[in-house]
């Protein structure tokens, strides 16, 4: 398996205190994305220019490396006490995970026979019988939706979102427990129009799936893609005020669903 980061003691991606795996490879390419060091399967080196004290500083750095399932599950379930005392568990992450499933699956086995809660933050790019077959081995997907016209999609993301939709769709009619979590762009997905799609597409679903998750839109990435040398295109995006945030969640929660802002 490909990671690129294992982050301890996370609070939003999940219940309870969780361990979160980010792995490495993701079919998307989204215009806001947050972990540009996660769309090449593969480990990357890349040359990062950092500022100390005035002076240019340039250093290889590698971001991603392959690790064992076994040696993984053996790293996981030494933060079992805090799972077991927060109903917490570990939430796998990217990237898309999916794409690394053959491997996911094996650890989501392992864990699974510790009974440590397992969650799946997925961009829901991914073949169907993929979906069900990590859905057989986890307790919750964190299920992003990031825009409901299918080319607005393809401009921001690179695919359209039919098979995202599909996919949502899968779940659902298993009975599997879905939390949608949409990343806040101002002026790209919080338009009317979108804002509407996306309330019809949650109405038509009433009862099926748990809350709604509004992650506002945030610059942090900016200085990541400057040490990458990659192109932000949106970094001239302001970050979406608390006060709009409010009324965006107020607009989901009139038409029935129950909706946070954050993780
Ligand atoms: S799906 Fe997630 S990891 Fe992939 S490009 Fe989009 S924001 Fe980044």
């Known amino acids: 398996m490909t990671i690129f980061d294992i982050k301890r003691f996370a609070l939003h991606d999940g219940p309870g205190i969780r361990t979160t795996v980010f792995l490495k490879g993701c079919p998307l390419r989204c215009a806001w994305c947050h972990n540009p060091e996660s769309h090449m399967a593969e480990p990357e080196e890349y040359m990062e220019n950092r500022l100390i004290d005035g002076k240019e500083i340039k250093r290889t750095r590698i971001y991603g490396k392959k690790v064992r399932t076994s040696d993984l599950f053996d790293e996981l379930i030494r933060d079992r006490v805090f799972f077991e005392e ?20 094996q650890i989501l086995e392992l864990l699974g026979r510790e009974k440590i809660h397992r969650t799946i933050d997925t961009s829901g790019q991914a073949p169907g019988d993929v979906m069900l077959n990590v859905a057989g081995q986890a307790e919750l997907f964190l299920y992003d939706l990031k825009l409901m016209d299918p080319e607005k999609h393809r401009e921001y993301t690179g695919v359209d979102n039919s098979r995202i939709l599909e996919n949502a769709d899968l779940l659902l009619q298993h009975d599997i427990e879905v939390i949608f979590r949409i990343p806040l762009i101002p002026g790209i997905n919080d338009t009317s129009e979108e804002i509407d799609a996306f309330r019809s597409f949650f109405k038509e679903r009433a009862g099926l ?12 990435a900016t200085g990541k893609y400057q040490r990458m040398q990659k192109e932000y295109v949106i970094a001239a995006l302001e970050e979406p005020s608390a006060q709009r ?19």
């Open 86 to 105: 927060s109903g917490g568990g570990v939430t796998f992450s990217g990237g898309e995970p999916l794409m690394q499933h053959e491997e996911l699956l």
């Open 209 to 220: 799936f748990g809350d709604v998750s509004l992650l506002p839109y945030h610059k942090t």
């Open 245 to 263: 945030m409010q009324v965006l969640r107020n607009e989901f929660e009139s038409c029935g669903v129950r909706t946070t802002i954050g993780g």
